[in-house]
């Protein structure tokens, strides 16, 4: 099955190119789309000598005017993928706290499931390197979506997801109101009220090492609030007869 992974960066130089050829040595059949917010530190002119040098059948690159949210990054992605016929459709962080390793288990579930979530939070899940007060934001913040939204998973605010296109075709990917982290708790409710089938996938999250966190107040804010929003309207989300 045609198969590709979305990477949202800005600012992300030290990264990037090591992120690349291991996520190549893991799925040598994928492509990458890297969805770059035109970065200060011009990420995006390594991944334009790495098309041109290395891989330029499988790496695309989509530069945006600016810094534009990881939402609206994330909805440029899933339609590039839907208009080029791709039938899995992944997305990970650009800083290795999301390791390569665990795309091919990912992509494999596929086969039986319509979305695989890399979760922290369930047996032989983690997290490395983070504060107790990351811990109990990061916690607490799914455990309050879980209870808000009536969901059964343990990791609503994680970022390394594999979708069929099926579910991206069905939620709407226009539609989507999030802009930054909360982007993640809303894919993953309306996939659940269309009744799409769901799998958390252990990972170990392991916290940046180079470069800066994009992690604000105003994010974290924006996810309080679109959780009671998302709740507020569930009804119209529905688009598929369970």
């Not at 090591?18 to 990420?43: G, M, Q, R």
């Not at 009671?228 to 529905?238: A, G, M, V």
Request: proline share 3%; with cysteine; charged share 25%.
């Amino acid at each position: 099955m045609k198969k590709m992974i979305i990477i949202a960066t800005y600012n992300e130089k030290d990264n990037i190119e090591k992120l690349l050829a291991e996520v190549f040595s893991y799925v040598p059949d994928t492509h990458i789309l890297v969805i770059d917010d035109n970065s200060p530190d011009k990420t995006y002119e390594i991944v334009e000598r790495l098309m041109a040098e290395k891989y330029p059948e499988q790496l695309f690159l989509m530069k945006r005017a600016g810094k534009l949210g990881l939402g609206t990054a994330y909805v440029a992605g899933f339609n590039w993928g839907l208009e080029r016929d791709y039938d899995l459709i992944g997305q990970m962080d650009a800083d290795f706290s999301h390791s390569p390793k665990y795309l091919p288990e990912m992509f494999k579930s596929l086969e039986s499931y319509d979305l695989v979530l890399g979760s922290r939070y369930v047996a032989g899940g983690g997290v490395v390197n983070w504060s107790l007060k990351r811990k109990i934001i990061s916690r607490g913040g799914s455990l309050y979506a879980k209870i808000i939204l009536g969901l059964p998973f343990n990791d609503l605010t994680g970022g390394f997801k594999c979708f069929r296109r099926e579910v991206l075709a069905t939620i709407g990917v226009n539609e989507l109101q999030s802009t930054g982290y909360s982007f993640q708790i809303e894919t993953t409710y309306k996939t659940y009220l269309n009744g799409f089938k769901i799998k958390e996938l252990p990972i170990i999250f392991e916290d940046r090492v180079l470069g800066q966190s994009k992690m604000s107040g105003s994010i974290f804010k924006e996810a309080i609030l679109m959780v009671l929003k998302l709740r507020t309207n569930r009804d119209s989300f529905i688009r598929r007869k369970n």
